[in-house]
């Protein structure tokens, strides 16, 4: 039997030899990346007088180099050269990473072209782009047109935009959309040349890709699981949260949201600027904004400054861990943001004083339409996460949102009481005397970012040491108090409160001490709440529009499986909930039958008795010759945990899952069906094919079933194989984890139940429900295959079991299914609900769940 454990060691090898085989692969790259080098360092030896100056005249691009001067080679020399010395080796990483990236993937001839054109049509892009801000004297435009370009990024942005029509659909989404989320962060919030230019590249690259790979152009929306989704929302929001940073860092920058990025920056100004720019007794607009900075100069105010934006990225985090919290944490700051610039660009103006009006006026003017943009670009994104909720899954109790909402409101309140009791006790220690009137219209000054401040005018300033402590640290201390409160609530898998999580942790002690059925480990999966029945024993169930669906049989001694899930409906009905026992076992079922409850069979389950099972026989023909046919292509089948993976493989294990749900017309299945959250289970074992490459092929998990703290079987979840892997693959892995059960002496190796794909028993009185199921098998068939899953699992010899769902009200039978859907499609939309509904082609047999 070949089944491999993964040891640190093999792994380090296998990437080292990985490393040097795509090094060598990669010629064109190490030729780029030694002209760079040497063109910077010859120009940055050449010390600062006529020759240095005719050179970067020569070979640095721009607007008026180009269209005025007609220096039409520079649009292809400035890419060879680094700016400053400080980022020669940044730049040189960016060369061999992103070129040798596409080199792989697209060929020498056709990176080296590719290279040169992306360059040169993007860089001209970059320049009708400036051509149309002059026209439209927009802000910056000017001052940019003299500019001298160095920029070896340029060229590589635009040859990774390319070579991403090349890589698999996942890694092309994903290349895309952060990629292009940081080339139009850095032109919105920086807005140099060089950033224009880089982004016409990118955008050139796009294009060139998809007609050298001869990709039928237009829109094709690629379906991601919700992980996928949240990742990729949870990487724009990082990346917009790191915009303003570029405006702190540049305080020139010309950028369209230049407006709400200078909102963050603190110029800290000292008396003596104060003084300079207010000795001739005259109000200037520089004395205005030096006494209106002068009040928050300190450390508080850079803290308030970037607290916001360690709280989004913060936020960013709990986005890509599927936390409500985070997402309501960046909807609550990205509104924020928009609202004061709004207020800070438009509102104020109109009611300050005089004096105020005509410099915030004036500075509106300014940036012109950039205002309109600054205000629209955190609301538009407020607005997608707004309506990203879906994509996270919904607490099985309690409220999360409200908790932190809650307690955020408390944090502000309690913040705010100490500053006003502290400000209060020394009044004197303000100039002016401060009153309680004055302490209140103060404090928001000391919360919000101090460029938000700028032109307001100066009320009151604190004087004294007390006043001046308190005025410094009631602003961040609020902000590290929010951040607490949203880490803390994210950072628990159940983070709507210890109840849950110590619900969690009784029913896992329940499992280890024995259960019956062969599914009861989904009941520790997220989604799903707790009963306990006050004479032992417990029912996990999930409530979806007043119908209570529980997960399997109830978690009890033998013999009391019936009681308790009658004195379980009992309580539902107290909750006003339809009861509604899914995926329930024959035994089971015939107890509840006997009470008046009625039942109709939902799922075929496969299961395998690994004591003296073999792959001898006629009928085990497939899968013997599955197994053999891996054996001599080197497949290796490794039995691990998902955290004892290497970096590589489980990468691609994300991807291969990631894959398979952007073929499908409709999102991934929930419920009963695992993802990629449930294979991080510390319980849960992987068994995943491998090549002599270390190329993940495909990937299957089991679930324990224990029985006085000793597994005695495992359960089939995921399984889920590459688009291009061997066919038998599967048989291959799942034969393997037969072979290894029955010499470990387990009692049964599940291979899990197909829902939908059992034939509905005409009799009984449950027909509006049986319409309601044939409908949906009928439906979905084509898309996830449950049928041809259920043939394919018959290689196997299994023993077939009936699954069923078993209900108290045939009344309720119409919410029954409609809930059942939305719990195995929790994402659905009604668009392709129209287009599931109205499928109905046969599919082919797939063994890829």
């Known amino acids: 039997m070949t089944i491999a454990a993964a040891t640190p060691g093999t792994a380090r090898r296998s990437a080292l030899v990985v490393a040097l085989r795509a090094a060598q692969s990669v010629p064109v790259t190490w030729a780029v990346t030694a002209l760079v080098a040497l063109a910077s360092i010859y120009r940055f030896t050449r010390s600062p007088g006529d020759f240095r100056r005719t050179l970067d005249a020569i070979a640095a691009t721009g607007f008026d180099t180009v269209l005025l001067q007609h220096d039409w080679l520079s649009v292809l020399t400035a890419v060879f050269f680094v700016p400053e010395p400080g980022g020669l080796l940044p730049s040189l990483l960016a060369v061999v990473i992103g070129v040798g990236w596409s080199e792989r993937r697209m060929g020498h001839a056709r990176t080296l072209a590719v290279f040169a054109g992306v360059t040169v049509l993007g860089i001209f892009l970059g320049l009708s782009a400036q051509a149309l801000g002059l026209v439209s004297n927009l802000y910056g435009a000017q001052e940019g047109r003299s500019h001298h370009v160095f920029d070896p990024t340029i060229a590589v942005a635009g040859t990774v935009m390319a070579a991403s029509a090349f890589a698999s659909p996942l890694l092309r989404r994903r290349v895309r959309i952060v990629g292009f989320a940081i080339l139009a962060v850095l032109v919105l919030y920086a807005g140099a040349p060089a950033d224009q230019y880089r982004l016409g590249a990118g955008i050139v690259g796009v294009l060139g890709g998809v007609m050298l790979a001869r990709r039928p152009l237009g829109l094709t929306r690629l379906r991601a699981s919700r992980r996928e989704a949240r990742t990729l929302l949870a990487a724009v929001v990082a990346v917009t949260a790191l915009g303003p940073v570029l405006s702190i ?168 009481a100490v500053y006003l009791a502290v400000g209060w006790s020394v009044r004197d220690q303000f100039s002016p005397t401060a009153t309680v009137s004055a302490l209140v219209l103060d404090l928001p000054e000391h919360i919000i970012p101090v460029g938000f401040l700028a032109f307001e005018p100066v009320d009151m300033v604190a004087t004294g040491p007390i006043a001046s402590l308190v005025s410094q640290t009631v602003g961040p201390l609020f902000w590290a108090l929010l951040i607490v409160i949203a880490w803390r609530g994210m950072n628990s898998r159940f983070p709507t409160g210890t109840g849950q999580s110590v619900a969690r942790n009784r029913i896992l002690g329940m499992l280890r001490g024995g259960s019956v059925g062969t599914l009861s480990w989904m009941t520790t999966w997220e989604g799903n709440s707790y009963w306990f029945a006050p004479g032992g024993g417990a029912v996990a169930y999930r409530v979806i529009n007043d119908v209570a669906i529980t997960t399997g049989d109830p978690i009890c001694a033998a013999g009391r ?141 089991w679930l324990p079933t224990y029985q006085d703290g000793r597994i005695r079987g495992w359960t089939l979840d995921f399984m889920r194989r590459a688009p291009d892997s061997m066919n038998g693959v599967m048989e291959f892995l799942i034969g393997r984890t037969i072979l290894q059960a029955g010499g470990q002496g387990l009692d049964f190796v599940s291979l899990s139940g197909a829902p939908l794909a059992v034939d509905v028993d005409p009799g009984g009185q449950s027909a509006t429900l049986r319409a309601v199921l044939a409908v949906l098998s009928r439906s979905l068939e084509p898309v996830y295959g449950f049928r041809s899953l259920l043939r394919f699992k018959t ?55």
């Not at 920056?265 to 104060?274: I, K």
């Not at 107890?591 to 395998?608: D, F, P």
């Not at 039995?639 to 290497?646: G, N």
């Not at 859907?821 to 046969?842: E, I």
Request: aromatic share 8%.
């Open 249 to 416: 860092l540049a305080p020139r920058s010309t950028g369209v949201l230049n407006p709400l990025g200078s909102l963050f920056r603190d110029e800290l100004h000292d008396p003596a600027f104060v003084t300079a720019h207010c000795e001739t007794g005259e109000l200037t607009r520089q004395c205005l904004d030096a006494l209106a900075l002068t009040r928050l100069d300190g450390p508080g105010a850079v803290l308030v400054t970037l607290l916001p934006l360690v709280a989004l990225l913060l936020a960013a985090r709990g986005i890509h861990r599927g936390r409500r919290v985070g997402l309501y944490l960046a909807i609550v700051l990205n509104a924020l943001f928009a609202v004061l610039a709004a207020v800070y660009y438009g509102f104020l103006p109109l009611i300050a004083s005089s004096e105020y009006a005509r410099f915030q006026s004036a500075a509106a003017e300014e940036y012109g339409a950039f205002d309109l943009v600054a205000t629209l670009v955190p609301a538009g994104l407020a607005a997608v996460l707004f309506l990203a909720r879906p994509l996270f899954p919904r607490p099985s109790s309690g409220h999360p949102a409200a908790r932190f909402i809650l307690l955020s409101v408390l944090a502000f309140l309690g913040t705010s």
């Open 561 to 701: 499986a019936a009681d308790t899930a009658d004195a379980f409906a009992r309580w539902c009905a107290l909750h006003g909930w339809t009861v509604a026992f899914c995926s329930v076992t024959d035994d089971f079922r015939a107890g509840l039958v006997r009470r008046g409850y009625g039942s109709i069979a939902v799922a075929e389950e496969t299961v395998v008795r690994p004591t003296g099972w073999t792959l001898q026989g006629g009928k085990m023909k497939d899968v013997r010759t599955a197994v053999n046919r891996a054996e001599k292509e080197g497949l290796t089948a490794s039995w691990v945990r998902f955290r004892d993976l290497t970096p590589r493989h489980a990468a691609q294990v994300r991807d291969i899952s990631e894959l398979w749900v952007a073929e499908r017309d409709l999102p991934e299945m929930g419920f009963t069906l695992g993802g990629m959250d449930e294979l991080r289970d510390d319980e849960v074992r992987l068994m995943i094919a491998v090549d002599g490459d270390d190329r993940v092929h495909a990937v299957t998990s």
């Open 795 to 849: 290689k196997f010899r299994p023993e077939f079991h009936r699954l069923h769902l078993v209900y108290a009200d045939p009344l309720a039978l119409p919410a029954i299914g409609l809930a059942l859907a939305r719990a195995y499609l929790p994402g659905l939309t009604a668009r392709q609900a129209m287009r599931a509904f109205g499928r109905r082609s046969p599919s082919r047999a797939t063994a890829s769940r």
